[in-house]
């Protein structure tokens, strides 16, 4: 059975969420410690700044035990007390759960910023890794690469990832419908505080120029220092705007700094060439009226924000659109796990069917057969492989049927065992058979037979 | 040549050119995926469609293409169409065809269905006139296109203004694109307008013409000429470029439609009523030069 134990935003604080993240050194440690732990066939480790959890397959019969495990290797792996420190925070995820909760994170059905598609490459990440470290071998590495397929579904039939869903994304985006490509633009910083550092990250990549001007110049320049930006005194402010095309304002005064006779000058200056500013402080620090000049453009935190929401809204809508989809694949793959837990009866079955004949055959042939030539031996072995076939179709298509419709085949088949005296074969011998990882992480639902693309 | 081929010509490119408006009408209206990059390329298609219609209706005609006012509407249109097909490879002004392309439709149905009678000028072998017909020809493609990049800046600079991020304003390109292409298009314009208004003036003198509507051709020409002119000197020498140099813009190309507008009402006067048929050897005359009905 698939298993998810973990802890993620929604259940957790950030205090508890980094004790228990594996970074790049550590994934390999805790992945191989799960991996070698006698409850787990399968392992995956998922870390990400909003989530951690572990996705296994357990033995069968041992859901309990596998569940204990992993608790067990996340709290020592946190250096937490299982039951004080870890267990309130902790979810855990069985059978048909599970399977959904991995499609619904892959497909960022359960992301804090609802389509965000960062979670998809760590999830990849984490499947890469548990491949290198031998920890996916069948059943589960068929799931999460399924769940690739699923996200990319969602993602290609929904609208869940359109819009823009972040302060700095919507500012980059304006940035776009005003200027079209900014790689030749020029930014210009008005304060060193961290809003004007993320905002301007995204709006100053393939920037021409990214000038901080702050009235420390002492933090204009640590900050310049760490993205590739260079300080200016606070005096050259004006002088500054003359060259910049977007301004991002983050500074703590309580009165505009930017005012409309000074982008007045600016835009003379500027020969009417198109400026942008983006205002997140709060007060404001660009006086609302400059938005009325010609070929300027002020955006302030509220604007910005009006279209966060805008954003988010219209992925929520595409919520239940999304969740069909994911119920659908996991009914798909549910269906197809359903069918491998009758295979080892199916296969026993024709290899015992098999014996029996052709056992019978090569009696005949050494006795009272002997006679018969080899063409004649051929057509009779062929005649066997032939009524074989006839004989077991019906009972292998119902059993098969049965199983994915949902039914409880098991007890059909441990039935077929007792009428027909079938050994048990290990379930996940024909597992592993019949249902190879294809593809790798690529998400492009490459699979095994059974299951739809 | 057969007048066949030339009706064929004609249904195809008709069809292009009205394929391409629809998607474009759907695209702004957001209704089809697709639409954003079929229709520029129907465009694309249309425009040797077009040269072909042009080519091929002439020879069954027996007469230049640009003897007509529609006729050589129709060829501006074409050029317009071409440039455009040219242009959106460098600016991403692929929204421009919302306008060229039911403007090169409406240009080429007009070539056919609308009277076309093409008088038999006084001095039209003058030899400057091939010049002037050629220069505003393309002058007016150029501008047609410079017109329909600021209608475009202007409604996308409302919404920047409005803050008004929905519909439209995603599907149109970005608005320092739209303002260089306007500008860039007025630039490779203005000389040939400038061309089409000397030589026009040099033919005007030539043939002694002086009556109120060929002055107010006149006028409406210098007017729009000097409409141009600002634009450019002006975003030159104090910055006037975005709103104010899209309002210049849009007015000059006015001017230039009424200049137009008044050789259509003269043809049609010189012409007489509106033709009926369609069919170009209903339209051919003898004399190849006078012409009802038009290619």
Not at chain 1, 375 to 393: F, P, Y
Not at chain 2, 110 to 128: C, D, H, I, K
Request: proline share 3%.
């Amino acid at each position: 059975m698939i298993l998810v134990v973990g802890l993620s935003h929604k259940t957790a604080p950030v205090e508890v969420r980094e004790r228990l993240s594996a970074g790049a050194e550590a994934l390999p440690v805790v992945l191989s410690r799960l991996a070698a732990r006698d409850e787990l066939q399968e392992v995956m480790f998922l870390s990400t700044c909003n989530r951690v959890e572990v996705v296994a397959l357990a033995r069968d019969h041992g859901v309990d035990t596998a569940l204990r495990a992993i608790r067990e290797e996340l709290a020592r792996h946190g250096g937490l007390s299982q039951e004080a420190e870890l267990a309130p925070f902790l979810y855990d995820k069985r059978g048909d759960e599970a399977v959904e909760h991995t499609f619904r994170v892959a497909a960022s059905l359960d992301s804090m910023v609802l389509g965000e598609p960062q979670i998809l490459g760590q999830v990849k990440d984490a499947y890469d890794a548990a491949m290198a470290a031998g920890a996916l071998k069948g059943m589960l590495g068929r799931c999460v690469n399924r769940a690739f397929a699923v996200a990319k579904r969602v993602r290609t039939e929904t609208a869940i990832g359109a819009g823009t869903v972040s302060i700095a994304s919507v500012a980059v985006d304006l940035a776009r419908h005003i200027f079209g490509d900014l790689d030749n633009h020029a930014v210009l910083l008005l304060g060193a505080g961290e809003m004007a550092e993320a905002a301007a990250k995204s709006l100053s990549k393939g920037a021409r120029a990214v000038r901080i001007c702050n009235r420390s110049f002492e933090r204009a320049a640590a900050l310049a220092a760490t993205m590739h930006a260079s300080a200016t005194p606070w005096d050259q402010l004006e002088q500054e705007m003359i060259q910049a095309d977007v301004v991002v304002a983050s500074t703590a005064s309580r009165t505009p700094i930017v005012t409309h006779d000074m982008v007045k000058r600016v835009m003379k200056a500027r020969k009417g060439r198109t400026l942008f500013f983006v205002d997140i402080a709060v007060p404001r620090n660009i006086d609302p009226s400059v938005h009325s000049l010609d070929n300027v453009f002020v955006y302030n935190v509220d604007d910005l924000e009006k279209e966060v929401a805008r954003g988010l809204k219209a992925r929520h809508a595409e919520l239940a659109s999304a969740e069909k989809i994911v119920a659908d694949e996991v009914a798909q793959f549910l269906s197809w796990t359903r069918g491998l837990q009758v295979q080892p009866t199916v296969v026993a079955m024709r290899t015992k069917t098999h014996a029996v004949l052709f056992g019978e055959l090569e009696r005949s042939l050494a006795g009272r057969l002997k006679h018969l030539p080899e063409g004649d031996r051929a057509a009779l072995g062929q005649m066997l492989e032939s009524a074989v076939n006839k004989l077991l179709h019906a009972p292998t298509t119902r059993l098969k049927a049965r199983a994915s419709e949902g039914e409880d085949a098991g007890e059909l088949a441990s039935v077929m065992r007792f009428l027909f005296d079938l050994k048990e074969i290990p379930a996940e011998h024909d597992r592993d058979k019949q249902s190879p990882v294809e593809g790798g992480a690529d998400g492009d639902g490459k699979g095994g037979e059974g299951l739809p693309h | 040549m057969s007048p066949d081929l030339a009706d064929l010509l004609f249904a195809a490119t008709a069809a292009v050119y009205l394929g391409a408006s629809v998607l474009f009408v759907l695209f702004l209206l957001g209704r089809a995926e697709g639409a954003a990059a079929w229709a520029p390329r129907l465009v694309a298609l249309g425009v040797p469609l077009h040269a072909a219609q042009i080519v091929v209706s002439s020879l069954v005609l027996h007469v230049c293409p640009v003897q007509g006012i529609h006729f050589a509407m129709s060829v501006a249109s074409l050029l317009a169409a071409a440039v455009y097909v040219v242009a959106r490879m460098r600016f991403r002004i692929d929204v421009v065809g919302a306008v060229v392309a039911p403007l090169a439709l409406t240009f080429l149905l007009a070539s056919r269905l609308v009277g076309a009678g093409m008088s038999n000028v006084r001095g039209f072998r003058s030899a400057v006139l091939p010049f002037h017909v050629a220069a505003n020809l393309l002058g007016v493609a150029l501008f047609t296109l410079a017109f329909a990049a600021a209608v475009a800046y202007l409604v996308q600079e409302r919404r920047l203004k409005q803050k008004r991020f929905e519909g439209v304003m995603q599907r149109l390109p970005p608005l320092d694109a739209l303002d260089r292409a306007e500008h860039r298009f007025i630039v490779a314009g203005f000389p040939l307008l400038t061309i089409g208004i000397l030589t026009g003036t040099l033919w005007a003198k030539e043939v002694e013409a002086g009556g109120a509507a060929e002055m107010a051709r006149a006028a409406f020409g210098y007017v729009s000429w000097a409409l141009f002119g600002m634009v450019l000197l002006l975003r030159a020498a104090a910055g006037w470029r975005g709103r104010r140099a899209a309002y210049g813009t849009i007015a000059g190309f006015g001017f230039a439609v009424l200049v137009l507008l008044l050789y259509l009402a003269r043809d049609a006067a010189a012409g007489g009523t509106v033709a009926t048929e369609v069919s170009p050897q209903a339209s051919r005359q003898p004399d190849g030069l006078t012409i009802r009905g038009g290619p």
